[in-house]
């Protein structure tokens, strides 16, 4: 499907975005529960939009990657209750893993698009510091054996036997092979890692993450960015996966607690919503492939969302790539370069996650809230939000900044 299908169709739109700011594993937000932190999100939001009735809401999806914890059991669902929108409201859980809170948006605006809904509120929750150890359910009672118990913060659990080893080898294995088979060296990784905390501090000095961000208890700013950090100083971290290997706790993002919300609408919702929208939901794109190759589906995955918005990189003015790893990052950079666009500097303006955090369930909404916002200081017309997840997804999403002139 093409840009111009989309165009001849209901279109959806962003009218606002929020979250809470990202707390550090064991930081200022360890003692809130996940469904809290999302209805924090929620609440946030609307106080943004106060002359939005909540049952005017269609919809709430909701994203969440680990669904073992406190957050079981529907957590969209739970945090409309505990926002206090209407109980006419309904609510869906879905799980992508990393890119959790983008397919929500994407789920969103699809319904936005076919005429099931006007107004869905979507966005997504982790909180890896609360995330439950579980143990297997034995088939039998008093089993004779030691069970182990499993962290459900990060990465595989109860792996099925079946699955290729290929397949499920870690987070960190995974990118370090890709460095391997794209030569991104230490040094490069670093200095990407370096300019993330040197953005996202500059970004939150200047004001821009005031608009998106609502404090919840005590912390008010994003708790992982440390503003003199240094190539340098990175450059003294050990690996984390190989002995020789290039990728340390510094040049990748940390563990991580939030929540992120967006108000998608049809144009028609306008006047319920209370203000005009600033972005339209111009293409969509998704892309599978190796699970051990997650990290380069992005690139992919960005083609496919231009496409079916009818422009190419060349008309790109800023993307925001949830950066998972430095390296991850910059080989799909470097493919995107290849492809047409013009600067790596319109990546990340504001800092990334290696910075920021990277609350799985709610980096989605995060990427697709700062686009919004980066577009318009600048006055471009269109950008990309891209994610890498695991077991061999991507996604990315291309926004039109409707006070953009042609």
């Not at 190989?242 to 992120?260: E, F, K, M, V, Y």
Request: glycine share 14%.
């Amino acid at each position: 499907m093409g840009g111009a299908a989309y165009r001849r169709g209901v279109s959806a739109f962003l009218y606002a975005a929020n979250r809470t700011p990202f707390g550090k594993f064991g930081g200022g937000l360890a003692g809130v529960r996940p469904d809290d932190l999302a209805a924090a999100a929620i609440t946030g939001l609307l106080a943004r939009t106060p002359d939005l009735e909540p049952a005017a809401v269609d919809e709430v999806v909701w994203g969440n990657a680990n669904g073992a914890g406190e957050e079981n059991r529907n957590v969209g669902r739970m945090a409309a209750l505990l926002a206090g929108l209407p109980t006419s409201v309904p609510g869906t859980t879905v799980n992508r893993l990393c890119g959790s809170s983008l397919d929500a948006a994407m789920i969103g605006s699809r319904a936005i698009e076919t005429g099931d809904a006007d107004i869905v509120l979507v966005g997504g929750v982790e909180s890896m510091t609360r995330a439950p150890w579980v143990l297997p359910k034995p088939a039998k009672g008093f089993p004779a054996g030691d069970v182990t118990a499993v962290s459900t913060t990060l990465g595989w659990r109860l792996v099925n036997p079946r699955m290729p080893q290929e397949w499920t080898l870690s987070l960190g294995e995974c990118n370090e092979r890709l460095q391997q088979r794209y030569g991104v060296s230490r040094a490069r990784q670093d200095e990407f890692a370096a300019r993330s905390h040197r953005l996202a501090h500059e970004a939150w000095e200047s004001g821009f993450y005031d608009e998106l961000v609502t404090p919840v208890e005590a912390l008010t700013r994003d708790e992982t960015i440390r503003p003199a950090t240094t190539p340098q100083v990175l450059a003294a971290l050990k690996p984390s996966f190989r002995p020789d290997g290039t990728i340390t706790a510094g040049n990748a993002s940390p563990l991580t607690d939030g929540a992120s919300a967006v108000l998608l609408g049809s144009e028609g919702a306008a006047g319920a919503i209370g203000r005009e929208p600033t972005a339209r939901i111009a293409g969509r794109g998704v892309m599978a492939l190796d699970p051990q190759d997650f990290g380069y589906a992005p690139v992919e995955a960005a083609g496919r969302a231009l496409e079916r918005a009818g422009i190419g990189w060349d008309r790109v003015g800023a993307v925001e790539l949830n950066e998972a790893f430095a390296v991850q990052s910059l080989v799909c950079v470097d493919a995107w370069l290849e492809e047409g666009l013009r600067d790596p500097e319109l990546v990340n303006a504001k800092g990334g996650a290696i910075a920021l955090g990277h609350p799985l369930g709610a980096s989605g909404g995060r990427v697709l809230g700062t686009l919004a916002g980066v577009l318009r200081e600048r006055g471009e017309r269109y950008g990309v939000a891209a994610i890498c997840i695991g077991v061999g997804q991507g996604l990315a999403v291309v926004l039109e900044n409707l006070e953009a002139g042609a």
